[in-house]
């Protein structure tokens, strides 16, 4: 008998929360749009390197829209706190939209 695993990923607030090197993303494929941040900095805080610029990106999650315009809304945010701040609101608005 053959079992199809499905991956289990850490979730934020109900919504599954990837991360591959610098590139986090917000948000299950599954659904219309997804967010996508980009740690573009870090600091050292005590013996800790934490994120200090990050770029968020609200995007659709169809593979047949050009790369450039799979983009809705982007900004940076000082911070990985700031960043999931804006990440869930805009995807919680954007997914309500969408219903």
Known sequence: M????TAKFPTYKGKPFVRCGDTLYYG??????VIKMD???KKKVQDLEVADKVTVQLMYTDP???NRKQIIKSSEKNG??????????WLS????EDA
């Open 28 to 33: 299950s494929m599954k659904d219309k749009y």
């Open 80 to 89: 990985l706190y700031l960043a999931l701040d804006i990440a869930d609101a």
């Open 2 to 5: 053959s079992e199809k695993k």
């Open 39 to 41: 740690i573009k900095s």
């Open 64 to 66: 047949t829209i050009r």
């Open 93 to 96: 608005r954007a997914l309500a």
